[in-house]
């Protein structure tokens, strides 16, 4: 099950994705309109991003970096099969285009196959990481990473863009139940902060850590 947002500028298009897509457990938000899809996502949590390609360009475009700023996944919608190498190229990281005509059957397994790639693959700008794997990558660069650093950033990626507690990370990425020592996790965010750069974990006073990629 995952939280889907569907971009879809017909609106019985729209009502009918999401009528689909609930029946099969997904919760969906549907909207028609670009601009209020682009504050929908600067407010929200990570969602699955239904797109259709035929949506006005440069709207589109500002929608798109500002789900890749995100990390959200996104599945494009297309009449023109000439068009799907070139939105896969746009989207390099958790992209999946679906081809029109189609029928509920095939949108669902295409959001299936997105969900499971991107369950595996956690991306934040241009940070990525390979869940299964345990790799890490920043601009398209491998990050030398110990066991414990990759499950704190995992953690720190789980909610970006988020205050995240020094408890909560110890719960997270130590799998401690009770209240730690929470010297460790300061000890290797600062481990971490010489790897992906100094701006890009934030201190928040009096909570913990904030994890922000350009």
Known sequence: MADILIMEPDRRVGSKMCEVLSRAGHVCTAMHDVADGIQFVRRGERMLTILNA???????????????????PVLFITGDPGNVEHLRAMY??????????????????????????TNRMMTLGPLCLDVTSRT??????????????????????QSPDAAVTREQLLRTAWGYQTMGETRTVDVHIQRLR?????????????????????
């Open 54 to 72: 035929q949506l006005p360009w440069t709207d589109s475009f500002n929608l798109l970096r500002s789900l890749e700023e995100k990390g959200w």
């Open 92 to 117: 390099q990281a958790g992209c999946d285009v679906l081809l029109s005509p189609y029928d509920g059957r095939s949108l669902i397994e295409a959001v299936s196959a997105l969900l499971e790639v």
């Open 136 to 157: 890490a990558t920043l601009d398209g660069e491998s990050l030398s990473l110990t066991a414990q650093e990759f499950a704190l950033l995992r953690a720190l990626m």
């Open 194 to 214: 010489r790897k992906l750069g100094a701006t890009c974990i934030e201190t928040v006073y009096k909570m913990g850590y904030r994890l922000k990629m350009a």
